[in-house]
């Protein structure tokens, strides 16, 4: 506990600190290409548009879901799965990344997955922003239930912040863990009901073990709030699963830290 309080206490005296490396992340990420951090927007918007082409024309799914056209569903599903897979990726290396502020600047080291993650929130605001702007053109109104998606994202922030700060912690500490990361990022795509609907798996057990997975959560928790129109509080039991999962990470990312915040400087 003693541990979780100080990384706490890290986050308020250093809240300005992390607004403005967050801002600088994003130029970071993007520097020495000529259109900048404009690629943080084109990236998802090219992905965005393929899909369109794929589920559209070029496979001609013409189903829809909930009165929507599918490739809205799927669009809802792979909005939030860009913020996730770039924390998953890059929130995994974030403090080898930033190694001179441990090591030249003593900069808090559970700090460092705050600001990356908040650099790539800045970045969602314009991709859901472009997806609201898609659903408007197709004919489809967001309605009240939009008013819940902050709350999506700020669990979402939370929990993949504390999956970086777990996950850099240890990669910093060992290479290893990072390439077996990244190495997983695909299976957890297409084994997370991004691409298709959970509650369709015939199979009991598995679609009960998919209510603990998050990035299941969060693709479903999009469609609420945009195909399906349900409030956050209707889904009792998937929210129930989710926290619990928030427990383990915030317990798994204190533990990580606290193993092994002393030897992270010697080791950068």
């Known amino acids: 506990m003693k541990t979780l309080i100080s990384i706490i206490k890290d986050h308020i005296v250093w809240r300005e600190q992390i607004l403005k490396l967050a801002k600088a992340d994003i130029v970071k990420t993007y520097s020495g290409a000529a259109l900048g951090w404009a690629w943080a ?121 504390c999956w970086s700060l777990f996950a850099a912690m240890l990669s910093a500490m060992s290479k290893d863990f990072r390439n077996l990361i990244q190495a997983f990022v695909t299976p957890i795509f297409w084994l997370s009901g991004v691409m298709y609907d959970v509650n369709s798996i015939d199979i009991g057990w598995i679609r009960t073990s998919m209510m603990f997975n998050p990035v299941s959560y969060f693709a479903s928790g999009y469609r609420n709030t945009f195909i399906y129109e349900t409030w956050i509080w209707e889904e009792r039991t998937e929210f129930i699963c989710f926290m619990v999962m928030l427990v383990v990470m915030v317990m798994a990312a204190t533990w990580a830290y606290k193993r092994t915040i002393r030897e992270i400087p010697d080791i950068l």
């Open 41 to 161: 927007i084109i990236k998802p918007t090219v992905m965005v548009l393929v899909l369109w082409f794929a589920f559209s024309i070029g496979l001609r799914a013409d189903r829809e879901m909930n009165g929507c056209p599918y490739i809205l569903w799927i669009l809802a599903g792979m909005v939030p799965w860009f913020y996730m897979s770039d924390m998953i990726r890059q929130g995994t290396g974030a403090i080898l990344r930033y190694r001179y502020l441990v090591t030249k600047m003593k900069f808090p080291v559970a700090t460092i997955p705050t600001f990356v993650g908040l650099s790539k929130l800045f970045v969602h605001f314009f991709i859901v922003a472009l997806m609201v702007i898609i659903f408007v053109i197709l004919g489809h109104f967001p309605g009240i239930y939009i008013l819940q998606l902050p709350i999506y994202m700020i669990l979402m922030v939370v929990f993949f912040t």
